[in-house]
């Protein structure tokens, strides 16, 4: 059985007057989510005024787990959570082969 890469997509409305906070805050730590065990890759997308998405790929879901569980996630959520102007967002996705 070959395991699926996941695939996490985060979508977080920040209040306007934040945005440039939230980049601040989370774009020099980028890297550090990459580098996490089990992480292909991490990026931020901008849409819209104020919308944000994360695309992040993991090779487990436990991987994903993890990193949810881990320091560096405690480190971010508490700090950006405040600058919601709506609740987070997220799916776990895999890819259909075709």
């Known amino acids: 059985m070959t395991t699926k890469v996941i695939t996490r ?10 945005c440039a906070d939230f980049e601040a805050f989370v774009g020099p ?8 065990p089990g992480c292909l890759g991490v990026r931020l997308l901008h849409g819209q005024p104020g919308h944000y998405f994360t695309v992040s790929e993991w090779v487990e879901e436990k ?14 959520w508490p700090t950006v959570k ?6 987070a967002e ?9």
Not at 29 to 36: K, L, N, S, V
Not at 63 to 76: H, M, Q, V
Not at 90 to 98: E, R, S, V, Y
């Open 29 to 36: 730590r980028m890297g550090r989510i990459a580098a996490q």
């Open 63 to 76: 991987d994903l787990e993890a990193y949810r569980d881990s320091s560096l996630f405690a480190e971010i």
């Open 90 to 98: 997220a799916w776990t996705t895999t890819q259909i082969p075709f």
């Open 9 to 18: 997509l985060v979508h977080l409305q920040i209040t306007i007057d934040r």
């Open 82 to 87: 405040p600058w919601f102007a709506a609740k």
